[in-house]
């Protein structure tokens, strides 16, 4: 059995990079108008607030709106969000590690699962955050992108490409299945025939994946692989 496995979200926790890259481009955003003579009064959002506007997929125009920005300094705003939070080495450091992945991976070890990233993350992050976390040989392959924007993008459509190969290459529709925390993941993997297993760990909340309609909505991926595990034995 396989289970393919988005990264950001299932393996890691973003969130800090994320709210990083809006305090930076806030600040970033500010300095510019100032040095053009203007005043900006900014409102940053707590980093609860933020996350939950991600979670429920409010528009980044909105969170700038929210947060004090107004009409070409919005622009200024999501164009510094879109040059560095995937290309700036000192955001990329927060990224860290989900608390349950460890005990997940052994779970699906044990039980001869065999787990394969599809990501929209470029590879060569994917293996750098790897390899620093002692995965490096944790999965049988990594499908990933050269774009170092496709992630933040979401693109649903690349999404399904990258899927659709990794399916070609290691899977079948009858046994295997497809985590991940988008609607880009979920859309994939209907599109393909794989069940799709929603996780509310990432940068869409419960309620906002529910209503795509997964297979199964899970918290995390320890949860999955238990649950995996438990059909396996019983079967057994």
């Given at each position: ?38 005043i900006v009064q900014l ?158 760990c990432g940068i869409r ?21 238990q649950g995996i595990t ?7």
């Amino acid at each position: 059995m396989t289970l393919f496995c988005d990264f950001d979200g299932p393996i890691v926790d973003v969130s800090g990079r994320y709210y990083s890259t809006y305090r930076l481009a806030l600040a970033r955003t500010r300095r510019k108008h100032r040095k053009r003579g203007n005043i900006v009064q900014l409102t940053p959002m707590s980093k609860g607030q933020f996350w939950h506007m991600k979670q429920v997929r409010i528009p980044d125009q909105e969170i700038a709106l929210r947060s004090g920005l107004r009409d070409n300094q919005i622009d200024d705003f999501l164009s510094q969000v879109k040059e560095i939070v995937n290309r700036c080495p000192g955001l990329l450091r927060r990224d860290a590690l989900q608390p349950q992945v460890s005990s997940a991976l052994t779970l699906l070890k044990q039980h001869n699962i065999k787990p394969i990233l599809v990501t929209l993350r470029c590879e060569s992050q994917v293996q750098a955050f790897l390899k620093r976390h002692g995965l490096a040989d944790a999965f049988a392959g990594v499908y990933g992108t050269q774009d170092a924007q496709a992630a933040y993008a979401n693109y649903t459509d690349l999404k399904t490409s990258l899927l659709s190969q990794a399916l070609e290459d290691h899977g079948n529709v009858e046994t295997d299945w497809m985590v991940g925390d988008t609607e880009a993941d979920v859309i994939a993997a209907q599109r393909l025939g794989l069940p799709a297993i929603a996780l509310s760990c990432g940068i869409r909340n419960h309620n906002y994946l529910s209503n795509l309609k997964p297979t199964s909505l899970q918290p995390h991926l320890l949860a999955v692989a238990q649950g995996i595990t438990r059909n396996l034995q019983t079967a057994a």
